[in-house]
């Protein structure tokens, strides 16, 4: 588990949309897919816009309750992640990896701009 350097994410040739982790199955602006998509490294940290709390996911397999939120990456665009816990908005945050491989953020005392 740590701090993660950066994040893989696919930035969209065809509409220009960034989003988070990096696949090819399809933009979710456009629908565009496959070399469409190329990967790209995104700085993870930012600031948390907003964040809900999911009581009951529907898929089993993920534990619930579970906080997601809306992060405003320092390269711009906006993704929702799982948190850390219940932060207010406005905190800056940083992604982590946890043990299981899971990209969440948390907050960031680093002092780092978002």
Same mark, same amino acid.
């Given at each position: 588990?740590?701090?993660?350097?950066?994040?893989?994410?696919?930035?969209?040739?065809?509409?220009?949309?960034?989003?988070?982790?990096?696949?090819?199955?399809?933009?979710?602006?456009?629908?565009? /897919?496959?070399? %469409?998509? &190329? +990967? @790209?490294?995104?700085?993870?940290? !930012?600031? #948390?816009? $907003?964040? =809900?709390? *999911?009581?009951?996911?529907?898929?089993?397999?993920?534990?619930?309750?579970?906080?997601?939120?809306?992060? /405003?990456?320092? %390269?711009? &665009? +906006? @993704?929702?992640?799982?948190?850390? !816990?219940? #932060?207010? $908005?406005? =905190?800056? *945050?940083?992604?982590?990896?946890?043990?299981?491989?899971?990209?969440?953020?948390?907050?960031?005392?680093?002092?780092?701009?978002?």
């Amino acid at each position: 588990m740590g701090k993660a350097r950066s994040l893989r994410g696919v930035h969209c040739r065809v509409c220009g949309f960034v989003s988070v982790p990096a696949q090819t199955f399809g933009c979710l602006q456009c629908g565009a /897919h496959g070399d %469409d998509l &190329p +990967v @790209v490294e995104l700085n993870p940290h !930012g600031l #948390l816009l $907003a964040a =809900v709390t *999911v009581y009951q996911h529907p898929n089993s397999a993920i534990a619930a309750p579970l906080v997601i939120g809306s992060v /405003h990456l320092s %390269d711009g &665009p +906006v @993704v929702r992640a799982r948190l850390d !816990g219940d #932060l207010p $908005a406005g =905190v800056p *945050v940083v992604a982590e990896v946890t043990g299981d491989d899971v990209v969440q953020f948390i907050a960031d005392d680093s002092k780092e701009i978002a």
